[in-house]
Each structure stands twice: as structure tokens, then as C-alpha cells.
């Protein structure tokens, strides 16, 4: 079983950046495919990004598209968020998850796919 803890989220200004990190233990990041979900309060929890296992295949939402890049870094079992242009929109707790089960060149964009979930950080974008 995988840990996954998050880290980077603070209070920023529109149009700043942020890179969040979440940091895997018990288990070799490699196993799995990632993501990065958020939630608002009141709202459902989205999908932002993922990567394959590879790292050679990456998805995002529509609305964080060419603004937030997500990568991963086996070797240091860390996967990462860099949020660019952040909009008062963005506000939400960001969440990392990994899903053991896909082929090593897939992602999804689904949460119910992912077995195991962080604890969240918070990120604030002030107007």
C-alpha cells in the first residue's frame, strides 16, 4: 500500500504560480498511474491532471490546460503539480491520487479509478 502526501499549497495572487508536490511512501511511485483532483466546497471533486506510469502520456482538464503541467519524478518518488496563471477559479483543495491497476502507458480522468488518495492541500488564489 502507497502513503501520498501532499505539499506546495498557500494563499497566492491571480496570475501567480504554485507547484505542488505529493511525496509517496511505503511503495515505489513507479507502480502507478497518478492524478491531481481538487474540490471546492459545494462541489463535486474534478478532475486536473494525471500521467501514465511512463510518464509519457499526460492528461488535463480543459480549464487548467496550458496553464498547469503535471510530472513525475520516480527516482524520487515524487509526482508534481506546476500551476501557472492561477485564476480566483482555481481555489480548492488539491488532492493526488494513484491507481495501481492501468497499463503502464495509461491515465484516467475518473477518481473512482484511483485506489489510494493524499490528505490535501489547500491552494487560495485572492482576486
Known amino acids: 500500500q502507497v502513503q501520498l502526501a501532499e505539499s506546495g499549497g498557500g494563499l497566492v495572487q491571480a496570475g501567480g504560480s504554485l507547484r505542488l508536490s505529493c511525496a509517496a511512501s511505503?511503495?515505489?511511485?513507479?507502480?502507478?498511474?497518478m492524478g491531481w483532483f481538487r474540490q471546492a466546497p459545494g462541489n463535486e471533486r474534478e478532475f486536473v491532471a494525471a500521467?501514465?506510469?511512463?510518464?509519457?502520456?499526460?492528461g488535463y482538464a480543459d480549464s487548467v490546460k496550458g496553464r498547469f503541467t503535471i510530472s513525475r519524478d520516480n527516482a524520487k518518488n515524487t509526482v508534481y503539480l506546476q500551476m501557472n496563471s492561477l485564476k480566483p477559479e482555481d481555489t480548492a483543495a488539491y488532492y493526488c491520487?494513484?491507481?495501481?491497476?492501468?497499463?503502464?502507458?495509461?491515465?484516467?480522468?475518473?477518481?473512482?479509478?484511483?485506489?489510494?488518495w493524499g490528505q490535501g492541500t489547500q491552494v487560495t488564489v485572492s482576486s
Open positions: 491520487a494513484a491507481d495501481q491497476a492501468l497499463p503502464y502507458a495509461s491515465y484516467s480522468v475518473r477518481p473512482q479509478e484511483y485506489d489510494y
Open positions: 511505503g511503495r515505489t511511485l513507479s507502480n502507478y498511474a
Open positions: 500521467i501514465s506510469r511512463s510518464g509519457g502520456n499526460k
